[in-house]
């Protein structure tokens, strides 16, 4: 076993959720390699550390206090939900509009106009006949 898939071992095995070869394998890595050893250790002293600790108790009518504010909470409103969606779309939406239009002014090159014989004697002053 390598010193990294112990470290996610070594997690595993404080919650005991544990087969007996894996314990094995674990075991016999702990007492070849120190490095993991000290890692066990540590793990073992937070652990520790964290049952130790007295959590304080909430204070008085904390939770007469609290049900009024979870009932007073808005319930969910799928509605709400797609009104502030549909209003981020809509200046996405225009921005994908404005920039396709761009891109056809831009890319699309203007297709050469025919004139007629008479519009291009006027307009460019030149002679088709010739
Ligand atoms: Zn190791």
Redesign the pocket.
């Known amino acids: 076993?390598?010193?990294k898939k112990?470290e996610r071992f070594l997690l595993r095995s404080f919650d005991k959720l544990f087969k007996e070869e894996e314990k094995n394998e674990l075991k016999k890595?702990?007492e070849?390699?120190?490095?993991?050893?000290a890692?066990r250790e540590e793990y073992q002293s937070i652990f520790d550390a964290l049952k130790e600790k007295n959590f304080p108790e909430p204070k008085p009518y904390f939770w007469e206090r609290l049900q009024p504010k979870l009932a007073k909470r808005e319930k969910y409103d799928p509605w709400s939900l797609w009104k502030q969606w549909a209003l981020r779309a809509i200046p996405a939406s225009l921005l994908v509009v404005i920039l396709f239009a761009a891109a056809i002014i831009l890319f699309i090159p203007p297709q050469k106009e025919e004139l007629s014989e008479s519009e291009n004697l006027l307009l460019r002053n030149r002679d088709t006949l010739q």
Do not use: D, R, S
């Open positions: 076993m390598k010193c112990v890595h702990l070849t390699c120190a490095l993991c050893h890692k």
